[in-house]
């Protein structure tokens, strides 16, 4: 058999079985961080105990953090203070004729991934600590302050590098990634600024610095007795405050690791935050996406089965929805918008929650379809956004059905006295967003006294037969289906075991969305 509806979405890019992961972001590129490390070259002081006389420069490049941590190191990062959060891939079963919320069938959020975060050269201690020596950049006009450093080990008894600017000019040159901890003089002046301006904001300079490096460690160095200007620092942003002329190597030691600790804290809740609030969004998205079936008081049974392509992927495309208007006609819907992410998401619960307002109004074949087309249309951000459909109504004996296709693969049927077979396909209209102007014939199919009828999207034949480029397609399905019809399963079941196979018939988890739906007339 002919498939009977070519490929309309390309093949998304990423097949690799998981989404893009988030990583923390900052920091210069590699190019500029070669060209600091060039300037760090001839400002950096390596603090050792060994016979370097004082203030004697070293190579910044020598036992430097590296740009680019191994896999190895990555994993260690997220077990540590600032882990992963993830959030499981949605795999929602509805059921039954039931007017609860999407929670109360097993509908969870898609999943959303938020690897490990660490600021820019973090350093780790313990078991997973990085085999590199702790870097500080000290902003300081006074050249006498470096010296305070001098025989200041860190938590491991490594020594500890400084780099020394006297002005933020070249502490911008020397903030290359593997500076760990910035020690600023928040008295020093603002680049550009006159006195008198700088003089309306005592932190001027400190809120330069954060701006300039937002995901590094800052310690403010202030005049003894300024207890009350080093807590608004801390308040505005810094991760502690100490007294210039108070200081030495025990408190110093123990305030470094303390902000760079405290630092990767940060980072961690504000991304672990984010990745909540991700996670909500996306299911108020499923939600939309995913409704309630409004099938009371038909003999109908119904089952729904969604799964978003690629193992920690977004909301993708695909939506439906189920209603019975007052006549006793009940009406199916499944459709797909090209593309994944939750800007097809969105668009997809438009396009549903419009699909609902329009059969509920009375209108149903092709001038529903021309109506949602302009729907699209209007609220699509790309003109090459489209969207396929399929639309079933049920008449109120349950024995015959009008049906539209808009570039969607044919439903399939199942019946006792037959086998699985899909229904006609030949007049199948464009896709939605297309064809301006285009016309979708609705066909006229009989169902018999007992039926099975399933509508899927193009996630559900597309997925590889082994490790060849074959896919399944729907020959396969059709074959498939009838298989599990024949071991006796039905209704969530059935939609469970054949998402299933065709996942492991994938080799693992697909590329695409899968949404199916599945009605049932029992008499």
Known sequence: M??????????????????????????????????????????????????????????????????????????????????????????????????????????????????????????????????????????EDDPTAAPIFRDLPDSDGRPIRVRTARNLTEAERLLTDDVHCILLDIALPVPGRTSAAAGDDELAVLRHVLRLAPRHAVLALTASGDAERGAEAVRVGAQDYLFKDELDGRLLSRAIRYAVERKRSDTAERRLAEGKLRAQENARLERGLLPTPLLEGSPLRFAARYRPGRSRALLGGDFY??????????????????????????????????????????????????????????????????????????????????LCLAGHPAPLIARPDRPARLLPYDNNGPALGLLPGARWPRMQVELGAEWSLMLYTDGLIEGRIGEGRERLGQDGMVEMIRRQLAEGLSGEALLRAAVSEVRELNGGELTDDVAVVLLDRVP
């Open 2 to 139: 002919p498939v009977p509806v070519p490929r309309q979405r390309a093949i998304p890019a990423v097949e690799s079985g998981q989404a893009q992961a988030v990583h923390a972001v900052g920091g210069p590129s590699e190019e500029a961080a070669g060209r600091r490390e060039e300037q760090a070259c001839r400002n950096e002081t390596t603090v050792a105990n060994d016979t370097a006389p004082s203030g004697a420069h070293h190579d910044a490049r020598d036992g430097a953090h590296p740009h680019a941590q191994d896999d190895a190191q990555e994993d260690a990062q997220r077990n540590t203070r600032g882990g992963a959060l993830n959030v499981p891939p949605a795999d929602g079963v509805h059921h039954g004729v039931s007017t609860a919320g999407v929670s109360t069938v097993g509908v969870s959020a898609p999943g959303v991934a938020v690897t490990g975060v660490t600021a820019p050269g973090a350093y780790t201690t313990g078991a997973g600590a990085a085999h590199t020596p702790l870097t500080l950049l000290l902003i």
């Open 321 to 402: 929805d189920t209603v019975r208007t007052p006549d006793g006609t009940v009406h199916a819907m499944i459709g797909d918008v090209c593309g994944h992410g939750p800007d097809e998401a969105a668009l997809g619960v438009e396009l549903r929650i419009a699909w609902r307002a329009l059969t509920l109004a009375g209108l149903c074949g092709d001038q529903l379809l021309n109506t949602l087309q302009q729907v699209l249309e209007h609220e699509r951000d790309d003109d090459e956004i489209f969207a396929t459909l399929c639309t079933v109504d049920i008449a109120p004996d349950g024995r015959r059905a009008g």
